[in-house]
């Protein structure tokens, strides 16, 4: 699914109230640390795909050779959306999708996220919940 004009909000149940930056464990990058890294570095410039294979890649440390036929066997199977990304459950960040589907994140407790919030043009979708209640 690929969200247009859309605020994907902390996941209701994340124990942060405020943006953590992901850091990588035992000196190997996280989904979290990848997709941080991708997306504040270039905010408005990947959509949700480009995030998701990129991050693929660089978990994996595969080079960017063959990337074509490699993104097609990596989107064969369907892939959660970011209301699944560690980013909005975890770390307080909310993900938002300009009107080409390009994101950017926001830390829930910034001026411009709450800015984002109060768009009446901006649908809002909440976060994934951690566990089931």
Request: glycine share 4%; aromatic share 12%.
């Amino acid at each position: 699914m690929t969200y247009k004009n859309t605020l994907i909000t902390i996941s209701e149940d994340s124990k942060v109230t405020f943006a953590k930056v992901p850091v990588a464990k035992n000196d190997k990058p996280t989904i979290a640390s990848i997709e941080y890294d991708l997306i504040s570095n270039s905010p408005y410039e990947y959509t949700q795909s480009d995030v998701q294979f990129k991050t693929y890649l660089a978990r994996n440390q595969i080079e960017e050779v063959n990337v074509d036929e490699l993104r097609e066997q990596f989107f064969s199977k369907p892939k959660a959306c970011f209301r699944a990304s560690p980013l909005v459950k975890n770390y307080g960040w909310g993900i938002h999708y300009d009107d080409e589907g390009k994101v950017a994140i926001y830390d829930v407790e910034s001026e411009a996220y709450q800015i984002l919030f109060d768009r009446d043009d901006i649908a809002k979708v909440k976060g994934m919940r951690s566990k089931r209640i």
